[in-house]
Protein backbone atom coordinates (compact mmCIF):
# COMPACT_ATOMS: atom_id res chain seq x y z
CA UNK A 1 0.00 0.00 0.00
CA UNK A 2 1.45 3.31 -1.25
CA UNK A 3 0.97 5.39 1.85
CA UNK A 4 2.99 8.82 1.80
CA UNK A 5 3.39 11.60 4.23
CA UNK A 6 2.65 15.56 4.42
CA UNK A 7 4.59 17.36 7.45
CA UNK A 8 2.02 19.30 8.81
CA UNK A 9 4.63 22.03 9.51
CA UNK A 10 4.77 22.62 5.86
CA UNK A 11 1.00 23.16 5.51
CA UNK A 12 0.15 25.02 8.04
CA UNK A 13 0.41 28.67 9.22
CA UNK A 14 3.79 28.79 10.40
CA UNK A 15 3.83 29.77 13.98
CA UNK A 16 0.80 28.28 15.05
CA UNK A 17 0.71 24.83 16.80
CA UNK A 18 -1.21 21.96 15.52
CA UNK A 19 -4.06 19.95 17.50
CA UNK A 20 -3.09 17.06 18.57
CA UNK A 21 -5.08 14.45 16.34
CA UNK A 22 -3.12 11.10 16.94
CA UNK A 23 -5.93 8.57 17.34
CA UNK A 24 -8.99 7.79 15.21
CA UNK A 25 -11.70 9.66 13.87
CA UNK A 26 -15.05 7.60 13.33
CA UNK A 27 -18.29 9.02 11.67
CA UNK A 28 -21.53 7.31 9.99
CA UNK A 29 -21.92 8.98 6.59
CA UNK A 30 -25.24 8.84 5.50
CA UNK A 31 -25.49 7.08 1.96
CA UNK A 32 -28.29 5.87 -0.62
CA UNK A 33 -29.93 3.09 0.85
CA UNK A 34 -28.63 3.25 4.48
CA UNK A 35 -25.12 4.42 6.27
CA UNK A 36 -21.25 3.73 6.01
CA UNK A 37 -18.43 4.20 8.48
CA UNK A 38 -15.82 5.82 7.63
CA UNK A 39 -12.75 5.84 10.14
CA UNK A 40 -9.67 7.93 9.64
CA UNK A 41 -6.44 6.94 11.37
CA UNK A 42 -3.99 9.13 12.47
CA UNK A 43 -0.27 8.06 13.86
CA UNK A 44 2.17 11.17 14.74
CA UNK A 45 5.54 10.90 13.81
CA UNK A 46 9.15 12.10 15.08
CA UNK A 47 8.95 14.30 12.30
CA UNK A 48 6.02 16.29 13.05
CA UNK A 49 3.18 14.64 10.82
CA UNK A 50 1.04 11.99 10.68
CA UNK A 51 0.90 8.63 9.25
CA UNK A 52 -2.95 8.62 7.75
CA UNK A 53 -4.82 5.78 6.81
CA UNK A 54 -8.84 5.68 5.87
CA UNK A 55 -11.00 2.09 6.71
CA UNK A 56 -14.04 1.78 5.08
CA UNK A 57 -14.96 -1.81 7.19
CA UNK A 58 -18.16 -2.22 5.79
CA UNK A 59 -16.39 -2.06 1.80
CA UNK A 60 -13.73 -4.10 3.70
CA UNK A 61 -11.71 -0.92 2.31
CA UNK A 62 -8.36 -0.39 4.85
CA UNK A 63 -5.21 1.74 5.03
CA UNK A 64 -6.47 3.85 2.09
CA UNK A 65 -3.64 6.86 1.71
CA UNK A 66 -4.48 10.03 3.45
CA UNK A 67 -2.84 13.60 3.49
CA UNK A 68 -3.93 15.34 6.32
CA UNK A 69 -4.12 19.48 5.69
CA UNK A 70 -4.47 22.04 8.83
CA UNK A 71 -5.39 25.90 8.78
CA UNK A 72 -6.15 27.23 12.08
CA UNK A 73 -8.99 24.62 13.38
CA UNK A 74 -9.77 23.29 9.90
CA UNK A 75 -9.06 19.53 9.20
CA UNK A 76 -8.96 18.35 6.04
CA UNK A 77 -8.61 14.86 5.30
CA UNK A 78 -7.57 13.79 1.66
CA UNK A 79 -7.93 10.43 0.13
CA UNK A 80 -6.99 10.37 -3.90
CA UNK A 81 -7.36 6.89 -4.71
CA UNK A 82 -10.78 7.41 -3.45
CA UNK A 83 -11.48 10.91 -5.34
CA UNK A 84 -12.67 11.86 -1.63
CA UNK A 85 -11.74 14.83 1.20
CA UNK A 86 -13.38 15.39 4.56
CA UNK A 87 -13.37 19.11 5.80
CA UNK A 88 -14.00 19.98 8.93
CA UNK A 89 -13.92 22.02 12.35
CA UNK A 90 -12.40 20.86 15.09
CA UNK A 91 -14.40 21.20 18.34
CA UNK A 92 -13.04 23.31 21.40
CA UNK A 93 -12.79 20.30 23.29
CA UNK A 94 -10.54 18.35 20.72
CA UNK A 95 -12.95 15.46 20.21
CA UNK A 96 -14.74 16.34 17.70
CA UNK A 97 -14.79 16.95 13.60
CA UNK A 98 -17.77 18.57 12.28
CA UNK A 99 -17.88 18.49 8.54
CA UNK A 100 -18.31 17.82 4.53
CA UNK A 101 -17.62 14.75 2.89
CA UNK A 102 -17.03 14.93 -0.78
CA UNK A 103 -16.56 12.79 -3.46
CA UNK A 104 -17.78 12.99 -7.22
CA UNK A 105 -20.96 13.24 -7.38
CA UNK A 106 -21.65 13.14 -3.89
CA UNK A 107 -21.85 15.81 -0.80
CA UNK A 108 -22.98 14.78 2.82
CA UNK A 109 -22.34 16.30 6.13
CA UNK A 110 -20.06 13.68 8.46
CA UNK A 111 -19.03 14.54 12.35
CA UNK A 112 -15.96 12.57 13.27
CA UNK A 113 -15.87 11.50 17.08
CA UNK A 114 -12.19 11.18 18.61
CA UNK A 115 -11.59 7.63 19.71
CA UNK A 116 -7.46 6.98 20.94
CA UNK A 117 -5.38 4.60 19.51
CA UNK A 118 -5.64 1.16 21.36
CA UNK A 119 -2.75 0.19 22.68
CA UNK A 120 -2.45 -3.12 24.16
CA UNK A 121 -0.87 -3.20 28.16
CA UNK A 122 2.72 -4.78 27.89
CA UNK A 123 1.77 -6.09 30.95
CA UNK A 124 -0.83 -8.32 29.64
CA UNK A 125 1.74 -10.11 27.65
CA UNK A 126 2.68 -13.21 27.92
CA UNK A 127 6.56 -14.46 27.73
CA UNK A 128 6.75 -15.92 24.77
CA UNK A 129 8.86 -19.34 24.21
CA UNK A 130 12.26 -17.91 22.51
CA UNK A 131 14.61 -15.14 23.11
CA UNK A 132 13.89 -11.30 22.50
CA UNK A 133 16.92 -8.76 21.84
CA UNK A 134 16.37 -5.16 21.48
CA UNK A 135 19.39 -4.72 18.24
CA UNK A 136 20.38 -1.57 16.27
CA UNK A 137 22.71 -1.97 13.59
CA UNK A 138 24.26 0.82 11.31
CA UNK A 139 23.49 1.42 7.54
CA UNK A 140 26.89 2.40 6.43
CA UNK A 141 26.04 3.26 3.11
CA UNK A 142 23.34 5.74 3.93
CA UNK A 143 25.13 6.27 7.14
CA UNK A 144 22.42 6.29 9.89
CA UNK A 145 21.75 3.57 12.51
CA UNK A 146 18.40 1.16 12.15
CA UNK A 147 17.12 -0.12 15.52
CA UNK A 148 14.71 -3.17 15.45
CA UNK A 149 14.35 -6.27 17.35
CA UNK A 150 15.73 -9.72 16.33
CA UNK A 151 13.90 -12.53 17.61
CA UNK A 152 15.19 -16.35 17.99
CA UNK A 153 14.23 -19.75 18.49
CA UNK A 154 14.57 -21.71 21.76
CA UNK A 155 17.61 -24.21 21.48
CA UNK A 156 21.44 -23.89 20.43
CA UNK A 157 20.60 -23.43 17.01
CA UNK A 158 22.35 -22.17 14.85
CA UNK A 159 18.85 -21.06 12.95
CA UNK A 160 17.98 -19.85 9.62
CA UNK A 161 16.74 -16.39 9.42
CA UNK A 162 15.24 -13.55 7.77
CA UNK A 163 14.80 -9.73 7.56
CA UNK A 164 11.19 -7.96 6.80
CA UNK A 165 10.74 -5.34 4.93
CA UNK A 166 7.56 -3.25 5.58
CA UNK A 167 5.14 -1.44 3.08
CA UNK A 168 5.36 1.91 1.46
CA UNK A 169 4.98 4.62 4.06
CA UNK A 170 6.44 5.12 7.26
CA UNK A 171 6.09 1.75 9.90
CA UNK A 172 6.94 0.65 13.05
CA UNK A 173 9.26 -3.07 13.11
CA UNK A 174 5.36 -4.42 13.71
CA UNK A 175 4.03 -2.97 10.91
CA UNK A 176 1.66 -1.40 13.47
CA UNK A 177 -1.86 -0.32 12.34
CA UNK A 178 -3.69 0.75 14.89
CA UNK A 179 -4.18 -2.59 17.25
CA UNK A 180 -3.00 -4.96 14.27
CA UNK A 181 0.38 -6.13 14.07
CA UNK A 182 1.38 -7.63 10.81
CA UNK A 183 5.01 -8.01 10.59
CA UNK A 184 5.56 -8.86 14.36
CA UNK A 185 2.54 -11.54 14.46
CA UNK A 186 4.42 -12.96 11.65
CA UNK A 187 7.75 -12.77 13.44
CA UNK A 188 6.23 -14.27 16.17
CA UNK A 189 4.77 -17.32 14.18
CA UNK A 190 7.90 -17.48 12.22
CA UNK A 191 10.23 -18.03 15.62
CA UNK A 192 8.03 -20.26 17.30
CA UNK A 193 8.78 -22.76 14.38
CA UNK A 194 12.81 -22.32 14.10
CA UNK A 195 13.21 -19.53 12.26
CA UNK A 196 14.93 -16.36 13.63
CA UNK A 197 13.70 -12.93 12.50
CA UNK A 198 14.83 -9.41 12.66
CA UNK A 199 12.60 -6.27 11.84
CA UNK A 200 13.46 -2.91 12.20
CA UNK A 201 12.06 0.38 12.33
CA UNK A 202 11.29 2.42 8.96
CA UNK A 203 13.64 5.38 8.81
CA UNK A 204 12.62 8.28 11.19
CA UNK A 205 10.66 5.83 13.13
CA UNK A 206 10.85 4.48 16.64
CA UNK A 207 14.64 3.83 17.41
CA UNK A 208 15.80 4.43 13.46
CA UNK A 209 17.63 7.42 12.27
CA UNK A 210 16.72 8.94 9.05
CA UNK A 211 13.89 11.22 7.46
CA UNK A 212 10.81 8.81 7.68
CA UNK A 213 8.87 7.95 3.98
CA UNK A 214 11.28 10.51 1.94
CA UNK A 215 13.50 7.54 0.48
CA UNK A 216 12.91 5.37 -2.92
CA UNK A 217 12.33 2.02 -3.22
CA UNK A 218 15.77 1.37 -4.59
CA UNK A 219 17.94 3.20 -2.01
CA UNK A 220 15.71 1.14 0.88
CA UNK A 221 17.49 -1.64 -0.47
CA UNK A 222 20.93 -0.54 1.78
CA UNK A 223 18.55 -0.98 4.86
CA UNK A 224 17.74 -4.68 3.87
CA UNK A 225 21.65 -5.31 3.08
CA UNK A 226 22.64 -3.59 6.21
CA UNK A 227 20.04 -6.30 8.07
CA UNK A 228 21.69 -9.28 6.11
CA UNK A 229 24.54 -8.93 7.44
CA UNK A 230 23.77 -7.81 11.01
CA UNK A 231 22.43 -11.44 10.76
CA UNK A 232 25.54 -13.04 9.18
CA UNK A 233 27.37 -11.77 11.87
CA UNK A 234 25.44 -12.96 14.60
CA UNK A 235 26.80 -17.03 15.86
CA UNK A 236 23.24 -17.99 16.62
CA UNK A 237 22.65 -17.22 12.83
CA UNK A 238 23.15 -19.96 9.44
CA UNK A 239 24.73 -17.21 7.86
CA UNK A 240 24.25 -19.16 4.47
CA UNK A 241 20.70 -19.26 4.91
CA UNK A 242 19.44 -15.21 5.53
CA UNK A 243 16.15 -14.22 3.36
CA UNK A 244 14.49 -11.68 3.31
CA UNK A 245 10.45 -11.26 3.42
CA UNK A 246 8.96 -7.73 2.00
CA UNK A 247 5.47 -6.43 2.23
CA UNK A 248 4.17 -4.73 -0.57
CA UNK A 249 7.01 -1.71 -1.76
CA UNK A 250 9.26 -3.98 0.86
CA UNK A 251 8.73 -6.67 -1.31
CA UNK A 252 10.23 -5.29 -4.66
CA UNK A 253 12.97 -4.05 -2.21
CA UNK A 254 13.36 -7.62 -1.29
CA UNK A 255 13.69 -9.01 -5.06
CA UNK A 256 16.01 -6.13 -5.21
CA UNK A 257 18.00 -6.89 -2.87
CA UNK A 258 18.37 -10.64 -4.14
CA UNK A 259 19.26 -9.02 -7.75
CA UNK A 260 22.77 -8.09 -6.21
CA UNK A 261 25.79 -10.54 -5.91
CA UNK A 262 25.53 -12.18 -2.25
CA UNK A 263 21.89 -10.57 -1.46
CA UNK A 264 19.94 -13.05 0.14
CA UNK A 265 19.62 -16.70 0.34
CA UNK A 266 15.87 -16.90 -0.50
CA UNK A 267 13.14 -13.93 -1.10
CA UNK A 268 9.51 -14.10 0.04
CA UNK A 269 7.29 -11.54 -1.45
CA UNK A 270 3.89 -10.21 0.07
CA UNK A 271 1.46 -8.27 -2.44
CA UNK A 272 4.51 -6.79 -4.22
CA UNK A 273 4.11 -4.92 -7.10
CA UNK A 274 4.67 -6.12 -10.40
CA UNK A 275 3.51 -2.86 -12.22
CA UNK A 276 5.18 0.55 -13.01
CA UNK A 277 4.66 3.29 -10.26
CA UNK A 278 2.30 4.65 -12.74
CA UNK A 279 0.29 1.45 -13.50
CA UNK A 280 -0.03 0.85 -10.56
CA UNK A 281 -2.27 3.93 -9.41
CA UNK A 282 -4.05 3.86 -12.39
CA UNK A 283 -5.04 0.52 -11.11
CA UNK A 284 -5.41 1.51 -7.72
CA UNK A 285 -7.61 4.64 -8.33
CA UNK A 286 -10.01 2.23 -10.87
CA UNK A 287 -10.39 -0.51 -8.06
CA UNK A 288 -10.82 1.44 -4.90
CA UNK A 289 -13.24 3.67 -6.72
CA UNK A 290 -15.62 0.87 -8.03
CA UNK A 291 -15.45 -0.36 -4.33
CA UNK A 292 -17.07 2.72 -3.10
CA UNK A 293 -20.09 2.43 -5.10
CA UNK A 294 -19.28 5.33 -8.24
CA UNK A 295 -20.35 4.58 -11.25
CA UNK A 296 -18.23 3.95 -14.47
CA UNK A 297 -18.68 7.75 -15.73
CA UNK A 298 -17.46 9.05 -12.39
CA UNK A 299 -14.43 6.44 -12.34
CA UNK A 300 -13.35 7.49 -15.62
CA UNK A 301 -13.70 11.18 -14.76
CA UNK A 302 -11.83 10.77 -11.57
CA UNK A 303 -9.07 9.14 -13.50
CA UNK A 304 -8.67 11.50 -16.03
CA UNK A 305 -8.36 14.24 -13.71
CA UNK A 306 -5.48 11.76 -12.03
CA UNK A 307 -3.52 10.96 -15.04
CA UNK A 308 -3.61 14.97 -15.94
CA UNK A 309 -1.96 15.56 -12.51
CA UNK A 310 0.26 12.65 -13.06
CA UNK A 311 1.62 13.79 -16.18
CA UNK A 312 2.39 16.99 -15.01
CA UNK A 313 4.67 15.68 -12.28
CA UNK A 314 6.59 13.17 -15.21
CA UNK A 315 7.07 16.12 -17.91
CA UNK A 316 8.04 18.87 -15.28
CA UNK A 317 11.07 18.46 -13.80
CA UNK A 318 10.54 21.72 -11.70
CA UNK A 319 9.28 21.09 -7.97
CA UNK A 320 8.18 24.63 -7.83
CA UNK A 321 6.67 25.11 -11.07
CA UNK A 322 5.20 21.68 -11.46
CA UNK A 323 3.70 22.33 -7.82
CA UNK A 324 2.32 25.94 -9.00
CA UNK A 325 0.81 24.08 -12.32
CA UNK A 326 -0.82 21.45 -10.35
CA UNK A 327 -2.68 23.76 -8.41
CA UNK A 328 -3.94 25.56 -10.94
CA UNK A 329 -5.04 22.45 -12.75
CA UNK A 330 -6.86 20.89 -9.44
CA UNK A 331 -8.80 24.25 -8.78
CA UNK A 332 -9.80 23.96 -12.56
CA UNK A 333 -10.42 20.56 -11.83
CA UNK A 334 -12.86 21.25 -8.78
CA UNK A 335 -13.57 24.87 -7.91
CA UNK A 336 -14.22 24.19 -4.51
CA UNK A 337 -10.50 22.74 -3.66
CA UNK A 338 -9.30 24.39 -0.77
CA UNK A 339 -5.95 26.68 -1.73
CA UNK A 340 -4.44 24.85 1.23
CA UNK A 341 -5.75 21.18 0.09
CA UNK A 342 -4.18 22.41 -3.00
CA UNK A 343 -0.72 22.96 -2.30
CA UNK A 344 -1.02 19.59 -0.23
CA UNK A 345 -1.75 17.63 -2.85
CA UNK A 346 0.77 19.32 -4.65
CA UNK A 347 3.62 18.92 -2.27
CA UNK A 348 2.91 15.10 -2.08
CA UNK A 349 3.32 14.53 -5.97
CA UNK A 350 6.28 16.12 -6.21
CA UNK A 351 8.55 14.67 -3.62
CA UNK A 352 11.74 12.79 -4.59
CA UNK A 353 10.34 9.29 -3.58
CA UNK A 354 6.84 9.85 -5.44
CA UNK A 355 8.79 11.10 -8.72
CA UNK A 356 10.98 8.08 -8.27
CA UNK A 357 7.99 5.65 -7.53
CA UNK A 358 6.07 6.68 -10.60
CA UNK A 359 8.64 5.53 -13.11
CA UNK A 360 9.59 2.51 -11.23
CA UNK A 361 10.18 -0.41 -13.11
CA UNK A 362 9.87 -3.79 -11.13
CA UNK A 363 10.62 -5.79 -13.14
CA UNK A 364 13.95 -4.62 -14.18
CA UNK A 365 16.24 -5.81 -12.55
CA UNK A 366 13.91 -9.45 -11.75
CA UNK A 367 16.52 -11.76 -14.56
CA UNK A 368 19.31 -11.21 -11.94
CA UNK A 369 17.56 -13.03 -9.32
CA UNK A 370 18.67 -16.37 -8.79
CA UNK A 371 17.47 -17.28 -5.50
CA UNK A 372 14.65 -19.44 -4.97
CA UNK A 373 11.24 -16.91 -4.90
CA UNK A 374 8.10 -16.88 -3.01
CA UNK A 375 5.17 -14.89 -4.56
CA UNK A 376 2.13 -14.87 -2.34
CA UNK A 377 -0.87 -12.23 -3.23
CA UNK A 378 -4.47 -11.97 -1.53
CA UNK A 379 -7.92 -12.41 -4.21
CA UNK A 380 -9.52 -9.37 -2.14
CA UNK A 381 -6.43 -7.26 -2.49
CA UNK A 382 -7.69 -4.02 -4.04
CA UNK A 383 -4.56 -1.94 -3.89
CA UNK A 384 -2.03 -4.85 -5.82
CA UNK A 385 -4.26 -6.78 -7.41
CA UNK A 386 -3.50 -10.50 -7.17
CA UNK A 387 -3.41 -11.65 -11.00
CA UNK A 388 -2.07 -8.47 -12.44
CA UNK A 389 0.89 -8.14 -9.91
CA UNK A 390 1.29 -11.82 -9.82
CA UNK A 391 1.36 -12.63 -13.49
CA UNK A 392 3.75 -10.16 -13.93
CA UNK A 393 6.57 -10.68 -11.67
CA UNK A 394 6.23 -14.49 -12.92
CA UNK A 395 6.86 -13.52 -16.12
CA UNK A 396 9.48 -11.48 -15.23
CA UNK A 397 11.26 -14.38 -13.16
CA UNK A 398 10.41 -16.75 -15.94
CA UNK A 399 14.25 -17.73 -16.04
CA UNK A 400 14.68 -18.85 -12.15
CA UNK A 401 13.79 -22.14 -11.93
CA UNK A 402 12.83 -21.92 -8.29
CA UNK A 403 9.85 -19.67 -8.20
CA UNK A 404 6.59 -20.51 -6.38
CA UNK A 405 3.76 -18.46 -6.91
CA UNK A 406 0.41 -18.68 -4.38
CA UNK A 407 -3.03 -16.29 -4.81
CA UNK A 408 -4.79 -16.79 -1.81
CA UNK A 409 -8.66 -16.69 -1.44
CA UNK A 410 -10.51 -13.60 0.68
CA UNK A 411 -7.35 -12.25 1.92
CA UNK A 412 -6.47 -7.94 1.40
CA UNK A 413 -3.29 -6.22 1.36
CA UNK A 414 -2.52 -6.05 4.61
CA UNK A 415 -2.60 -10.16 4.60
CA UNK A 416 -5.74 -10.13 6.55
CA UNK A 417 -8.58 -13.16 5.88
CA UNK A 418 -11.95 -13.09 5.97
CA UNK A 419 -13.35 -10.95 9.13
CA UNK A 420 -15.99 -13.69 9.33
CA UNK A 421 -12.88 -16.11 10.08
CA UNK A 422 -10.95 -13.66 12.65
CA UNK A 423 -10.96 -15.03 16.09
CA UNK A 424 -13.07 -13.87 19.11
CA UNK A 425 -11.16 -12.02 22.03
CA UNK A 426 -13.64 -9.90 24.70
CA UNK A 427 -16.48 -10.56 22.69
CA UNK A 428 -14.83 -8.96 19.69
CA UNK A 429 -13.53 -10.14 16.47
CA UNK A 430 -9.88 -9.46 16.20
CA UNK A 431 -7.96 -8.92 13.26
CA UNK A 432 -5.64 -11.28 12.58
CA UNK A 433 -2.63 -12.15 9.73
CA UNK A 434 -3.69 -15.28 7.61
CA UNK A 435 -3.30 -18.47 9.21
CA UNK A 436 -2.87 -19.66 5.64
CA UNK A 437 -0.33 -17.40 4.54
CA UNK A 438 2.17 -17.88 7.57
CA UNK A 439 1.91 -21.21 7.43
CA UNK A 440 2.74 -21.74 3.60
CA UNK A 441 5.70 -18.98 4.26
CA UNK A 442 6.93 -21.11 7.23
CA UNK A 443 6.80 -24.33 5.29
CA UNK A 444 8.47 -23.22 2.01
CA UNK A 445 11.73 -21.50 3.70
CA UNK A 446 12.17 -24.65 5.93
CA UNK A 447 12.28 -26.24 2.38
CA UNK A 448 14.83 -24.08 1.04
CA UNK A 449 16.87 -24.34 4.19
CA UNK A 450 17.16 -28.26 4.46
Known sequence: MLVFLISVAAIQNASAAAPPLEGRWKGKLKVPGGELEIVFR??????????????????????LMVQVAMQGDTVMFLAEEADSRFKGKLASDGHQLQGTWKQPGYTAPLVLQYVPLMISPKTTRLTPPYREEEVSYTNTSANLKLGGMLTVPAGPGPFPAVVIMSDAGAHDRDGSLGDYHPLGSLADYLTRRGIAVLRFDDRGIGQSGGKPASSTTTELVTDVQAGISFLKSRPEIQAAHVGVIGHGEGGNVALLTAAQSQGAAFVVTLAAYGVS???????????????????NEQVQASVRNEQELLNIVRHTPDDERARSIIVSVLQKQDGSVDEIAALA??????????????????????????????LLNGTADHYTTADTNINALSKGLKTNPNVTAYKLPKVNHLFQSDPDEWPVVNGQRKETFSPEAKEIIREWIMKQVQ
Do not use: E
Open 345 to 374: RAAQLTTPQYRAFLSFDPLAKLPAVKCPVL
Open 277 to 295: GSDLVYQQQVTMLHSLGMY
Open 42 to 63: LVSLTSGGYFAALDVPQQRIGN
